[in-house]
């Protein structure tokens, strides 16, 4: 498991992520996932667990639902890069990265899970 983050590159503009919608989205694609809507910090408002084929994962919304960190597989967290960037406004720069920006990619508006590990792995 690692630490992955996906983030609006440049001001927001007062969007946040719809959160019901997010987790709609997630349970659409992750099967058994728990939430808790109980604010820990401002990094940590609202928690999604799931497990997956490649093990336990943890994703955490921002207060202002503009970032999402990622505790799981890599594959899992392209997953949730995926999903956030289609509930995304076009318009808007987003940006997956791991802890330590060992890749740092945009993610375009349709972007799929595999274009995304391509663009993770490219030299």
């Known amino acids: 498991m690692a630490t992955f983050m996906v983030l609006v590159d ?5 969007w946040g992520v719809d959160r019901e919608a997010l987790t709609a989205a997630i349970r659409d694609r992750w099967a058994g996932v728990e939430t808790d809507s109980t604010p ?6 609202f928690w ?12 955490y ?11 799981s597989s890599e594959s899992d967290a392209v997953g949730f890069a995926v999903v956030f960037r289609r509930l995304t406004p076009a318009e808007l720069g987003l940006v997956f990265c791991d802890e330590g ?10 972007a799929t899970d595999a274009e995304l590990i391509k663009l993770m792995t490219a030299d």
């Open 10 to 14: 440049g001001e927001a503009g007062g």
């Open 40 to 45: 820990r910090n401002g990094a940590r408002s």
């Open 48 to 59: 999604w667990s799931f497990e997956s084929e490649d093990g336990p994962g943890e994703a």
């Open 61 to 71: 919304l921002h207060e202002d639902g503009t970032c999402l960190y990622l505790d």
């Open 101 to 110: 920006y060992n890749f740092n990619v945009r993610l375009r508006s349709h």
